[in-house]
């Protein structure tokens, strides 16, 4: 009785199968929808660009967006480099996190809070793309498109109430957009000081945490609770225009930016040597800081004096009072010829306190070489006083990209007056019909500057500051810049010639406290000069 029980199941299961793959066959061939259309094919060409990124979504950012250029190179580098990388990465994050953990975790009574395995795993993140932007500022902006599914493996062990626990992350999915800014550019390796970080958009961040060798990732809810707080913490703290600020190098000492004033006042020369046929000298004393390209401050000259009085006093800018010495030199003016020098001096402005006057009696040597015999001659004395003051923390010069304000004038400047910086960038298009060796020429009240000389280059860069001191708002007054070209060959008819100039007008500046544009030169084809202009008060 039961196998013939057993032949009738099979039997009648054969039948349902059978049965039910005909009906099934019946009405998937008779019972189609009538209003079904054949798809319409067009080529790529015609479709739009969300259709195109809905159709290819790991279509490279530089397909997608002509702003973005393609970094194949990098991704190279990266993956050559990844196992060195990975390496060096883990150990600085292990480094920085270990004492940070260490000063945390008592305070949630935890024992202790170790890293068992860390490493970002075999596989390098990818650029997908990189758009960089060029500003009239001294900074450097690029957006690159990262995206990341690498096989990281991190293993902590936590100790707390005599209990051990494990928690691996795993499977770490990381895509972002985020922008990068070095600013602002120095003339000191790594050539920027600062490295600003923020984020375009929300990142995309996926990972697997296990804890126990079980996927907490996997408990209904918790996955979606966690990738949201992370996109909103990290987009609270770093989504565009927040920043994360990384300090490379102190950019006043990178850029030599001005960090006190020096006021040297010649009060007089004792003793001085003979130099004219009649008798006696005709002295003036030049002052000059080492280190720096401002040209030196003079006294007037005294006709026939040995025991010469001036009380003349002077400012200059410091910008690293270290190494930085004032050099002190007296003159024998001569109406045809040659000056002659009657003797010189150094102070190094190490030696002198800060915010106290010092009044120095120094001999005139013939140089500053101290085995030199000929300095054991006796060629008379000048008297100075000099004071230095440094500016105060709150009036250190910054960056204007950094604070967006302008900085102070030095402590000395003028009441109701105020210092005029100018910064001489660049020219593009200048070009001269004999020779191009392009430098700048500054004329301000009557008070002129020089930019170093490139030589043959129709585009050249000087990034030079000069600063001139001003008893009032310099409201009517303009500034005269003027690009030239000299040959440097001899005997040539045309041995200067002007490359073309600008008269900016001052009254802007003084309003508007700060300028930084690329002004077009007058008698030049298409010629351009990038001038930078602040004016400081106290």
Same mark, same amino acid.
């Given at each position: ?9 099979f ?14 066959? &019946? ?29 290819l979504?790991?279509?490279?950012f530089?397909?997608?967006?002509? #702003? ?21 990465i ?8 270990t ?15 170790? &890293?068992?395995? /860390? ?5 390098p ?8 932007? /060029? ?14 599914a ?16 494990t928690v ?5 999915q990381v895509?972002a ?11 000191? &390796? ?32 918790l996955?979606?609770?966690v ?10 703290m ?8 990384v ?5 006043? +000492?990178?850029? +030599? ?12 020369? /004792?003793?001085?040597? +003979?130099k004219d ?42 910008? #690293?009072?270290?190494t ?15 000056h ?12 002198l306190?800060?915010d ?43 960056? &204007? ?18 210092? /005029? ?23 301000c009240?009557g ?49 200067k ?13 003084? =309003?508007? +406290? ?23 008060? =106290?």
């Amino acid at each position: 009785m039961g196998f013939v029980s057993m032949i009738m199941g099979f039997c009648g299961f054969g039948v349902g199968i059978s049965s039910g793959l005909v009906a099934g066959y &019946f009405l998937f061939i008779y019972f189609q929808p009538s209003d079904v259309k054949n798809p319409t094919i067009r080529p790529l060409v015609e479709q739009d660009s969300k259709t195109l990124q809905q159709l290819l979504p790991e279509i490279p950012f530089w397909v997608k967006n002509p #702003d973005y250029d393609r970094v194949d190179w990098l991704n190279k580098f990266l993956e050559v480099m990844w196992p060195y990388l990975d390496k060096a990465i883990c150990k600085t994050a292990k480094n920085i996190a270990t004492p940070i953990i260490s000063e945390q975790i008592p305070k949630y009574k935890i024992e202790s809070l170790e &890293f068992e395995a /860390l490493t970002l795993g075999a596989l390098p993140p990818t650029f997908q793309g990189m758009k960089v932007y /060029l500003t009239e500022e001294k900074e450097l902006i690029m957006e690159p498109a990262l995206k990341w599914a690498g096989n990281p493996n991190v293993t902590v062990a936590v100790k707390a109430y005599g209990l051990k626990a494990t928690v691996q992350v795993v499977d770490l999915q990381v895509f972002a957009l985020p922008r990068i800014t070095l600013k602002p550019l120095v003339p000191s &390796f790594p050539c920027f000081a600062n490295i600003f970080v923020s984020l375009m958009e929300k990142p995309h961040v996926d990972f697997g945490l296990k804890l126990g060798g079980a996927d907490l990732m996997s408990i209904p809810g918790l996955y979606g609770f966690v990738q949201e707080t992370i996109k909103d913490q990290v987009a609270n703290m770093y989504l565009w225009p927040k920043t994360l600020e990384v300090q490379v190098l102190d950019p006043t +000492k990178a850029m +030599k930016k001005p960090v006190g004033i020096l006021h040297a006042k010649v009060v007089r020369a /004792l003793k001085l040597k +003979k130099k004219d046929l009649l008798g006696a000298s005709d002295p003036y004393v030049k002052l000059k800081l080492t280190e720096t390209k401002a040209p030196s401050k003079k006294t007037t000259v005294k006709h026939k004096n040995l025991n010469p009085e001036w009380n003349e006093e002077f400012s200059m800018v410091v910008k #690293d009072p270290e190494t930085q010495a004032l050099e002190l030199l007296v003159y024998d003016w001569e109406q045809v010829g040659k000056h002659e020098k009657m003797g010189m001096n150094v102070v190094p402005l190490k030696d002198l306190p800060p915010d106290e006057s010092k009044t120095l009696t120094l001999p005139l040597l013939k140089n500053m070489d101290p085995n030199d015999v000929q300095n054991d001659k006796v060629r008379g004395q000048i008297e100075v006083e000099l004071t230095y003051k440094p500016f105060k923390d709150e009036d250190l010069p910054k960056d &204007f990209e950094e604070t967006g304000e302008v900085q102070k004038a030095p402590e000395g400047t003028p009441p109701g007056g105020g210092a /005029l910086v100018v910064t001489v960038h660049e020219a593009q298009d200048v070009e001269g019909k004999h020779h191009t060796n392009p430098y700048v020429r500054i004329i301000c009240k009557g008070e002129e500057r020089k930019t170093k000389q490139v030589k043959k280059n129709r585009d050249p860069r000087w990034d030079e500051v000069f600063t001139f001191m001003m008893e009032e708002p310099p409201l009517k007054d303009k500034l005269h810049v003027e690009v030239l070209s000299t040959s440097t060959r001899i005997g040539l008819l045309h041995p200067k010639e002007t490359l073309g100039y600008v008269d900016i007008s001052l009254a802007d500046v003084v =309003s508007n +406290k700060r300028i930084n544009e690329k002004f077009h030169l007058i008698d030049s084809k298409n010629g351009r000069i990038q001038i930078e202009l602040q004016w400081q008060t =106290s």
